[in-house]
């Protein structure tokens, strides 16, 4: 006690606030995991992560390509000639090459539908400092942004920690599938004029993460009404765009704008490599902002977050490679509707739903039927025997502000063939012993000894149906998701 107010005074309030988030019972799974980690031989009991919104399907992919092409690497004999030149280069306006590249690479994830002006590209380290470099633009402290929820956990630390911004929650619900409608965004927006938050802007992800859905034209056209009508702005988060692997096809805001009325000042994209390549630990994020201002004094801001030239150097070869780019997406959305076919299909069999997707890195898997009751206490009851008795680190739903308790994201790219089918067994032989339990205890009720009592509700007979199935994707965040 006397230690901890020693430190408050001894360091900033930004230090000591709690601001990353890291407290959270959210992180007793990644603890879990850590202290117990799955291996397929030395720990074959061990937690098995699928809490990791991490692309490693395609890695095969990249590395034969980085084996074709030693030049691009500035380490290597044959890219030696250029080590110099990049080893100096640390312009915050990026490397030409690299604007182009990932402006390039930007227009073919959304089909080419849309091209991308290189000159409106600026860098930061990550998503994660792109959400804080255009917040810093865009808001002062106290300000708010409206996000829909269920959202990435990581939005309370990199909208808000260190620019004191605030978010408020859209609240969305399973009755139409968790999309945002108009009278929630008026029901936040108005609770926020009540509450005397100015509120400067609404925040988006498309694909989603934790849901693994992909907006609808008529909900994009919506919000760009609804921002423009109270002339605020719409950062789109569209990092999971090429993690699209069926219909129906990804529409990005870029598009919308070009459809209709908007002033664009207004309209952000927040970009990243970390997904749709796989390449968190490149830290390659892209704030691209229709807004001069922003692009401006963004890239002046992003001196605090430069992406090494080293990676600008390598991805600018990689992504300037078209058939190579032309080659990976397709073939990674391919491996991702295989792994979500596999697994949805393993989950439906024993009677677990999840929310219908076709994008991301992960399911938004249903267990409300599991819960003692609705609430949030239950689901994290029921969280922790998923944890410690399945040996899944799952997240849930509330860690991503879910309204309503029972929801779990679980990832299914971030691990091979054989672990996923691990992972799958695990779940249906918890989920059927489970449910011989309830009978067990429903003809001998003296004899229920479950730890967490289950209800089943409903996942015999008639319920046992073909659940939808997504798989979500990014965690809460440590550092590494
Ligand atoms: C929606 C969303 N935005 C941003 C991030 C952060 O990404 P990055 O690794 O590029 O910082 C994540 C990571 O999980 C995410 O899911």
Not at 271 to 290: E, N, T
Not at 429 to 451: C, H, M
């Amino acid at each position: 006690m006397g230690y901890m107010s020693n430190q408050q005074q001894l360091l900033s309030k930004i230090a000591t606030d709690n601001g990353h988030g890291e407290n959270s019972p959210y992180f007793d799974g990644w603890k879990a995991y850590d202290s117990d980690p799955y291996h397929p031989i030395e720990n074959p009991g061990g937690v098995i992560q699928m809490g990791l919104a991490e692309n490693q399907l395609s890695f095969d992919i990249i590395e034969e390509w980085l084996l074709k092409n030693p030049k691009a690497s500035i380490c290597t004999v044959e890219g030696m000639s250029e080590f110099r030149d990049v080893a100096i280069f640390q312009d915050y306006h990026g490397l030409r090459e690299f604007r182009n590249a990932v402006a390039k690479f930007m227009g073919k994830v959304r089909g080419d539908r849309v091209v991308f002006d290189p000159d409106r590209i600026v860098m930061s380290g990550g998503a994660t400092g792109a959400h804080e470099l255009v917040t810093f633009c865009l808001a002062d402290p106290g300000d708010a942004f409206l996000v829909p929820t269920p959202y990435y956990p990581g939005f309370d630390r990199d909208l808000r920690w260190r620019t004191g911004v605030q978010l408020l929650p859209v609240v969305c619900e399973s009755s139409n599938d968790f999309k945002i409608t108009r009278e929630a965004l008026e029901a936040a927006y108005e609770k926020a004029q009540e509450d005397n938050i100015k509120v400067k802007g609404l925040l988006i992800t498309n694909p989603s993460n934790p849901l693994g859905t992909v907006m609808d034209r008529e909900t994009l056209k919506s919000l760009v009404t609804f921002v423009n009508e109270k002339s605020i702005h719409l950062i789109s988060d569209e990092i999971y765009a090429a993690t699209v692997f069926s219909s129906p096809g990804f529409i990005s805001v870029s598009e919308i704008i070009d459809e209709m009325e908007c002033n664009r000042d207004l309209i952000h994209i927040v970009y990243s490599l970390s997904k749709d390549m796989g390449f968190p630990g490149f830290r390659v994020g892209i704030v691209y902002s229709y807004n001069d201002d922003v692009v401006n004094i963004g890239r002046k801001m992003s001196s605090f977050g430069l992406v090494s030239s080293q990676t600008q150097h390598l991805i600018a070869s990689m992504l300037s490679d078209d058939e190579f780019v032309e080659s990976f997406i397709t073939k990674n959305s391919e491996k991702l509707a295989t792994r979500y076919k596999t697994f949805s299909r393993g989950l439906s069999q024993v009677g677990i739903g999840c929310l219908k997707s076709n994008a991301g890195l992960f399911f938004w898997m249903d267990l409300r039927r599991l819960l003692k009751e609705p609430t949030v206490d239950a689901e994290m009851a029921l969280w922790r025997l998923i944890i410690n008795e399945v040996k899944l680190n799952v997240s849930p739903g509330s860690s991503f502000h879910c309204s309503e308790p029972g929801w779990f994201r679980v990832c299914f790219a971030n691990m091979d063939d054989e672990t996923m089918e691990v992972a799958l067994r695990r779940i249906r032989n918890f989920v059927l012993k489970a449910k011989e339990k309830e009978v067990s205890a429903k003809r001998q009720p003296w004899q229920n000894n479950l730890k967490v009592r289950l209800s089943f509700r409903g996942l015999d007979g008639p319920h046992l149906m073909s659940p939808h199935s997504p798989v979500p994707q990014s965690p809460l965040v440590r550092a590494r998701t």
